[in-house]
């Protein structure tokens, strides 16, 4: 499984790769900090995750990833649509690149990939097994886990503190 953890504006901090199989206790992060995933009651019967291995959290969503190249199609279907509309399309050439980029759409929304996100952390897993129960986010849900105090691994609170400027000596 691959884990981005990310911070509480979003931002992604790191990526990380894990064998859920293994389970390991430790993984280290770039950076220096370890990360001590939290596998207890994490990995339901059939292999999918359950809960948050990051921070414990037991609401996790599910989210379509679409690649960077989705809105450009978007743009261009719209436009492709209007030039149809406005009977502008007689052109065979121009008629074969909006089918094309029908069948190009159509595909990204096929392929996209589904990932896994949590809560309470902000953790998005990828490249694993997702559960039918998790569903799609929910604001309330939302709303209640951020009022609820969350127990974050050090690597989180680190990234989330700011740093002291150094302080310069003069000799």
């Given at each position: 499984m691959r884990i981005e953890?990310?911070?509480?504006?979003?931002?992604?901090?790191?990526?990380?790769?894990?064998?859920?199989?293994?389970?390991?206790?430790?993984?280290?992060?770039?950076?220096?900090?370890p990360?001590?995933?939290?596998?207890?009651?994490a990995i339901d019967d059939a292999g999918a995750l359950r809960r948050c291995v990051v921070c414990g959290?037991?609401?996790?969503?599910?989210?379509?990833?679409?690649?960077?190249?989705?809105?450009?199609?978007?743009?261009l279907a719209l436009s492709g649509a209007a030039a149809s509309i406005l009977d502008l399309v007689r052109n065979p050439l121009i008629f074969a690149g909006l089918a094309?980029?029908?069948?190009?759409?159509?595909?990204?929304?096929?392929?996209?990939?589904?990932?896994?996100?949590?809560?309470?952390?902000?953790?998005v897993y990828g490249n694993l097994r997702i559960a039918r129960y998790h569903q799609q986010?929910?604001?309330?849900?939302?709303?209640?886990i951020g009022k609820e105090p969350i127990d974050l691994p050090t690597v989180l609170i680190e990234a989330e503190?700011?740093?002291e400027p150094e302080k310069e000596t003069n000799p």
């Open positions: 953890l990310r911070d509480s504006n979003g931002r992604r901090l790191t990526r990380v790769e894990i064998d859920e199989r293994a389970r390991p206790a430790r993984v280290e992060i770039p950076g220096g900090h990360l001590y995933p939290r596998w207890d009651e959290c037991d609401q996790m969503y599910r989210r379509k990833n679409f690649p960077q190249v989705t809105p450009l199609i978007i743009v094309a980029l029908l069948v190009l759409d159509v595909a990204v929304l096929i392929l996209g990939r589904t990932r896994l996100n949590c809560y309470g952390c902000g953790a986010w929910d604001r309330a849900i939302a709303e209640r503190s700011p740093r």
